[in-house]
């Protein structure tokens, strides 16, 4: 047996398999490592926003809007959602963001099949959450009719991170479908192969569903 | 091990915490409350890389929900510093704690299974 460490999955061609629909391995690293530089660079600049919130820096920087950026930044919205997060807004962006880089970090390159429940609360965490504060920018400006540019820069970043996410989460959602169907609905097993665990089923439709490159 | 290792990293963090925010009008119950979940933390974080407690990361999460309650039922919204600090620090420890320790590995039972499997000539 394969001895269970660090090394040896990497060469195997097992963990590079390409599942359907798609043309790719979605949980290849160098997907993974540029969802996790894209979520680092909104982390940095929501953390940026986040010192200007807490007081330890005067001016926020913002080459269009001028001093609109400051007035988002201290509004009245913004100022309700740090009374729910206990924390301003802009630091639990950061909080979040720093969220995705550990969950799309961990796992190996075929954690759609192996992992599903690390590829599901990293969809959690990227589409629900990156879909409100989506809403939540696009609210500012449309409610304060103010407009805060690294707001809007960090929105889009959201929007990348999605749709860079996404296809990772879809396969595993295939996968657990497939599972789900051929075991007649059996919850058990469906449960196994959620939480990692192997099964015969879950081995076949693996195999089913993907093909080596 | 990354994970293990950052879980160690944000309980150092916590140990240093009274010594930045200011923890003057808190008086010692908390800085105390710091360092021993800082402790917790750590020993948690250690436990897990020998084999037979592997799993102890996941005691991490009680911890972590103990410093999000700190703040979360303090009376005024948002928090003094130290609360806040405590939001951060409690979420990015629950998100690490579910890592597994050989996150860039397979499962061992995956590996294990597939490995027989595939022995059978059975692909």
């Known amino acids: 047996m394969r001895p269970h460490t660090q090394t040896g999955h990497e060469i195997d061609p097992d963990y590079h398999v390409i599942p359907v629909p798609w043309s790719y391995n979605p949980s290849r690293w160098g997907e993974r490592v540029a969802i996790a530089i894209v979520a680092g660079v909104a982390a940095v600049i929501s953390g940026y926003m986040g010192l200007f ?4 820096i005067e001016t926020v920087w913002d080459p269009f809007f001028g001093d609109q950026s400051m007035s988002v930044l201290t509004s009245e919205v913004s100022h309700a959602l740090s009374r729910w997060f206990r924390i301003p807004d802009a630091v639990m962006g950061m909080t979040a963001y720093i969220a995705d880089i550990i969950l799309v970090l961990a796992g190996s390159t075929r954690r759609w099949q192996y992992r599903p429940w690390l590829v599901a609360m990293f969809g959690l965490v990227v589409i629900p959450l990156g879909l409100v504060s989506f809403t939540l920018v696009a609210m500012q400006g449309v409610v304060l009719g103010m407009w805060c540019f690294l707001c809007l820069v960090t929105a889009v970043l959201s929007l990348a991170l999605i749709v860079l996410a996404w296809d990772e989460v879809w396969s595993s959602w295939l996968y657990m479908r ?3 169907m051929e075991t007649g609905g059996d919850l058990r097993i469906v449960r196994d192969t959620f939480m990692g665990r192997p099964s015969d089923v879950a081995y076949e439709v693996g195999n089913k569903m993907s093909r080596r490159p | 091990m990354w994970a293990r290792v950052m879980e160690f990293a944000l309980a150092c963090w916590l140990a240093l915490s009274p010594f ?3 923890y003057e009008d808190e008086g ?9 979940c800082a402790l917790l933390i750590m020993t948690m974080a250690f436990l897990s890389f020998w ?4 799993k102890a990361h996941f005691m991490i999460i009680p911890v972590a929900l103990w410093l999000m309650g700190l703040a979360f039922f ?3 919204a948002p928090p003094p510093p130290p609360y806040q600090n405590y939001v951060f620090v409690s979420i ?13 590995a397979p499962p061992r039972s995956w590996a294990e299974y597939s490995e027989n499997r595939k022995q059978k000539g059975d692909y």
């Open chain 2, 92 to 104: 990015i420890l629950i998100v690490l704690a579910i890592i597994p320790n050989y996150a860039s």
């Open chain 2, 20 to 22: 930045i925010f200011r």
């Open chain 1, 178 to 180: 497939r599972v789900w």
């Open chain 2, 74 to 76: 303090h009376e005024s």
């Open chain 2, 51 to 54: 084999r037979p407690l592997e």
């Open chain 2, 28 to 36: 010692y119950g908390l800085m105390a409350n710091d360092l021993v």
């Open chain 1, 53 to 56: 919130q807490l007081g330890m």
